[in-house]
C-alpha cells in the first residue's frame, strides 16, 4: 500500500512538473531546469559521500568531462545533443573506475586531496588542447533544432526534468537494493561487511564510478541548457559548491540532494546582489555550521516532525473500535484484582 501510494504521487508529481513547461516563462523553466541537474550531480556526490563514506573535493572535474564531451561531439562531430547524454555518462563512468581503484586503499584525508588534484588540474589541461577546447576561449554549443511549437527553453526543461526523475527513483531504489546495502556497510564497518560476503574492493569502484557518472551526466545537461562551456566554469568552486549541497541537503539522502540543488540553484541569484564573493563565502558558512552543529542536515532537522506526524495517526484507531472490544480488553484486570 505504501509504495503504491508512493508511486502514485510520484507520478502526479512528474505530470505537475510537465504542465509547467506551457505555463512558466523560460527564465522560470531555465531556473527550474538548472535544479534538476543539479540534483542529478548531488545524487551522484551523495552516493560516494553520503551512502560510501568517501570524501571527494573534485566532483567539479566529472562534471566537466561530461560538459565537454557533449560540446565536443555536438560541434566536432555534429552528433545530436540527446545522443551525448548517455555517451557522457558512459565516458564518465569508465574514468570513475579508473579513479575508483585507488579509492580502494585512500581514505579519508589522502582520497580528498587526489580528488582535489584532479579538480585544480582539469580546467589547465582544457586550456592546453585548444583544437579540441577551444582553449581559453571554450565551445559554444548550438540550441537544439526543434520540430513543432517547443521553444527550445521548453526541450531543455523537459529533457531535464525527465531524466532526473529517472535518476531520482533509480538512486532512491539503489540505496534499498542489496547493492545500496552494500554501500552502507562498507562505510559502516569494513571489516564486518567482508566477514559477512561484501566484495568491498569492488562495491568501492562501482560506487565511485556511478557517482563520476551521474555528475558527468548532469555536466552534459548543463550544455544543453547553457549552450557555452569553458574551463574557468569548472574550477574548484563548483567542486564546493556541490560539497555545501549535500551537507545542506543531508548526506546519505535522495531528498537532501533536491533541498541542496534548490540550494546552488537560487541562493547565488540573492547573494550576489550583496557582493560577488557573498556566494562563496555563504557556502563556506554553510559546510562550517551544518558540519558542526547540524550533521544530518535539513532532512535530518525535518525528521522529527515527520515522525511526530506520524505517530499521531494510530491515535485515533481505539476510539474507533467497537464498545464490546473495550469491555472485553478490561475483563482480565477486573478478575485479577481482589
Not at 553520503?50 to 566537466?64: N, P, R, W
Not at 574492493?201 to 555528475?215: D, E, G, I, W
Not at 544543453?224 to 549535500?246: E, R
Amino acid at each position: 500500500m505504501k509504495s503504491g501510494l508512493v508511486t502514485a504521487l510520484g507520478v502526479v508529481a512528474l505530470v505537475v512538473l510537465v504542465l509547467l513547461t506551457f505555463n512558466v516563462e523560460d527564465y522560470g523553466l531555465s531556473q527550474l531546469a538548472q535544479v534538476a541537474l543539479t540534483t542529478v550531480a548531488l545524487l551522484g556526490l551523495n552516493l560516494l559521500v553520503g551512502y560510501g563514506g568517501q570524501t571527494s573535493l573534485g566532483h567539479g572535474a566529472f562534471y566537466a568531462i561530461g560538459a565537454y564531451t557533449t560540446a565536443v561531439l555536438v560541434t566536432k562531430a555534429g552528433m545530436p545533443h540527446l545522443w551525448t547524454l548517455p555517451i557522457a555518462a558512459v565516458l564518465t563512468f569508465a574514468v570513475g573506475v579508473v579513479f575508483g581503484i585507488p579509492s580502494v586503499r585512500l581514505r579519508g584525508f589522502s582520497l580528498a586531496l587526489v580528488t582535489l588534484a584532479l579538480a585544480i588540474a582539469l580546467p589547465q589541461l582544457l586550456k592546453h588542447f585548444e583544437g579540441l577546447t577551444g582553449g581559453q576561449l571554450g565551445i559554444t554549443v548550438s540550441r537544439p533544432d526543434l520540430p513543432g511549437t517547443l521553444t527550445a527553453d521548453q526541450f531543455v526543461y523537459l529533457v531535464t526534468v525527465v531524466v532526473g526523475f529517472a535518476v531520482f527513483l533509480g538512486v532512491r531504489n539503489l540505496a534499498k537494493s542489496r547493492t545500496g546495502l552494500a554501500m552502507v556497510a562498507t562505510r559502516d564497518n569494513e571489516a564486518a561487511a567482508g566477514a559477512m560476503g561484501v566484495p568491498v574492493a569492488r562495491t568501492r569502484v562501482v560506487m565511485f564510478a556511478l557517482s563520476a557518472a551521474l555528475v558527468g551526466l548532469a555536466g552534459s545537461l548543463s550544455v544543453l541548457l547553457t549552450g557555452y562551456v569553458s574551463p574557468d566554469n569548472f574550477g574548484l568552486t563548483l567542486s564546493i559548491n556541490l560539497v555545501a549541497g549535500i551537507v545542506l541537503g543531508g548526506l546519505g539522502t535522495v531528498w537532501g540532494a533536491l533541498i541542496g540543488a534548490v540550494y546552488i540553484t537560487y541562493m547565488p541569484v540573492y547573494a550576489t546582489d550583496i557582493s560577488q564573493s557573498a556566494p562563496g563565502i555563504v557556502n563556506g558558512l554553510i559546510i562550517i555550521v551544518f558540519m558542526l552543529f547540524l550533521p544530518n542536515g535539513v532532512v535530518g532537522l525535518l525528521r522529527p516532525v515527520l515522525r511526530r506526524l506520524r505517530s499521531r495517526r494510530p491515535s485515533s484507531a481505539p476510539t474507533s473500535r467497537p464498545p464490546h472490544t473495550a469491555a472485553t480488553s478490561t475483563l482480565p484486570e477486573k478478575e485479577t484484582t481482589p
